[in-house]
């Protein structure tokens, strides 16, 4: 019996058990993929910018076989500054953008609870609240990430902290905060001047590590 006997709707498919591990990309919003806001947040996707040629970089990370998914988390919504009715839209609106150049996100991690500076039903701690673990781990748990294979990228220190302490791959970029935000000590694998820079050495590297 063959392959093809197998499955024989999908002749090129991998035996079961034989499928290369499942890779992610874990890109922080604001700062990263996102230009900073001056005074903390955005109300409108309309008035925010990608940083450059971000989307370009993550549509060809893409093809390349990454799966991209987004972490952050959201204080303005958690204290109280915007509603969640303005995030669900600026979030909608920035998954279409993302969408209409052909990158397409896996999972949307952002988490609106703060502990002590939540406001309401926001006060409370959460497993997706970085430097928390939780957004990579459920990524591994409901869609199969490998981590150690996986790559965390961002502007501060908090979710590169994050990717180290869930097993992944961390690199930081020198737009937002440009990782010296001195929240918390971190050793990234490298840093780059931004998100396109830090594709580019990534896909490098997976190309070397075929060869």
């Known amino acids: 019996m063959t392959p093809r006997d ?3 709707d999908s002749p090129n498919a991998p035996l079961p058990g034989t499928e290369a591990p499942k890779k992610a990309l874990f890109i922080d919003r604001w700062g990263t993929l996102l230009e900073l806001p001056p005074r903390g947040h955005r109300a409108r996707f309309a008035d925010t910018e990608f940083t450059d040629r971000a989307l370009d970089s993550l549509f060809r990370a893409s093809q390349a076989g990454w799966a ?3 972490i952050g988390n959201e204080d303005a919504v958690a204290r109280g500054r915007i509603s969640e009715h303005t995030w669900e839209t600026f979030e909608r609106d920035l998954l279409e953008a993302m969408a209409a150049a052909g990158v397409s996100v896996a999972r949307n991690y952002a988490c609106l609870e703060h502990p002590v500076h939540g406001k309401g ?3 409370k701690d959460s ?3 970085l430097p928390n673990t939780g957004a990579m781990y459920h ?3 409901h869609d199969g990430i490998h981590l150690g294979g996986s790559w965390v ?3 501060s ?3 590169l902290a994050a990717g180290w302490r869930a097993g992944c791959r961390t690199a930081g970029v020198r737009t937002g905060l440009a990782t010296e935000d001195g929240v918390l000590e971190i050793d990234p694998e490298f840093v780059a001047d931004d ?3 830090v594709l580019a050495q990534i896909l490098r590297l997976s190309q070397v590590a075929r060869h």
């Open 6 to 8: 197998i499955f024989p």
């Open 68 to 70: 991209i998914y987004l």
């Open 121 to 123: 039903v926001r006060m």
């Open 127 to 129: 497993v997706f609240l």
């Open 139 to 141: 990524s591994m748990q």
């Open 153 to 155: 990228i961002g502007d």
């Open 157 to 159: 220190t908090i979710e």
């Open 195 to 197: 998100l396109t820079e």
